[in-house]
């Protein structure tokens, strides 16, 4: 079972700023890494994934990836009001289609 | 295209009811999830299905059975339900099983109590 830590939040951040979520897992050999942005009350839905170390830029998102450190990262910039979510760190192994989920980090954005 | 659907959305149960969740999704895609998400404690895996005809357990499985009906449908059935088993139960689908990483796609959940 990976087991998948994320920075307990909540986390607050004016508008314009930038959102900095972390994510770090336990199986070395995980090789995908997904973000799931989740509404209150709504379903995850994925905005982001990463599969080689480095960034990965999408608009205003970027995630990075450090395997070496086990390490993955989701940068929001420009934060809008509308970013305000739980942000869910996935974690796929190379063989095994399952993920395995860290509990979320709640984004405020403040206008 | 509706994508992943589960009904009902809202359940209230007795302690020792039965009652099965339904999920169905219109994408083609062979493997299909369903998770439990409670507070503070992310989506865990109850069971999955990698195809028609195969299901497997996942991380929280005991209290749960589930049937994959055919290759659109996969239900997760309460045999006896317990109030530890008052959560938000989101069914999931995805082209795997590959050796790539594929997208999973989710249903928008079905909030149960269990009183």
């Known amino acids: 079972q990976k087991e998948v830590e994320q920075n307990s939040g909540p986390l607050s951040v004016p508008e314009g700023a930038i959102a900095s979520l972390n994510c770090t897992y336990s199986d070395r050999g995980s090789q995908s890494f997904f973000w799931y942005r989740q509404y209150s009350g709504k379903s995850p839905e994925l905005i982001m994934s990463i599969y080689s170390n480095g960034d990965k830029e999408d608009g205003r998102f970027t995630a990075q990836l450090n395997k070496a450190s086990q390490y993955v990262s989701l940068l929001i910039r420009d934060s809008q009001p509308s970013d305000s979510a739980t942000y869910l760190c996935?974690?796929?192994?190379?063989?095994?289609?399952?993920?395995?989920f860290g509990a979320g980090t709640t984004v405020t954005v403040r206008a | 295209n509706a994508g992943v659907t589960q009904t009902p959305k809202f359940q209230v149960l007795k302690t020792g009811q039965s009652m099965t969740l339904q999920c169905a999704q219109d994408m083609n895609h062979n493997s299909m999830y369903w998770y439990r998400q409670d507070p503070g404690m992310g989506l865990r895996l109850i069971y999955y299905?990698?195809?028609?005809?195969?299901?497997d357990k996942g991380e929280v499985p005991n209290g749960y059975n589930v049937s994959r009906l055919n290759k659109r449908e996969f239900s997760l059935r309460l045999e006896s339900a317990a109030p530890s088993q008052t959560s938000v139960y989101f069914c999931?689908?995805?082209?795997?099983?590959?050796?790539?990483?594929?997208?999973?796609?989710f249903g928008p959940g079905t909030r149960l109590t269990v009183l």
């Open positions: 299905s990698a195809s028609e005809g195969t299901t």
């Open positions: 999931a689908s995805s082209e795997a099983p590959a050796p790539i990483p594929d997208t999973q796609y």
């Open positions: 996935a974690v796929k192994g190379p063989y095994d289609y399952k993920l395995s």
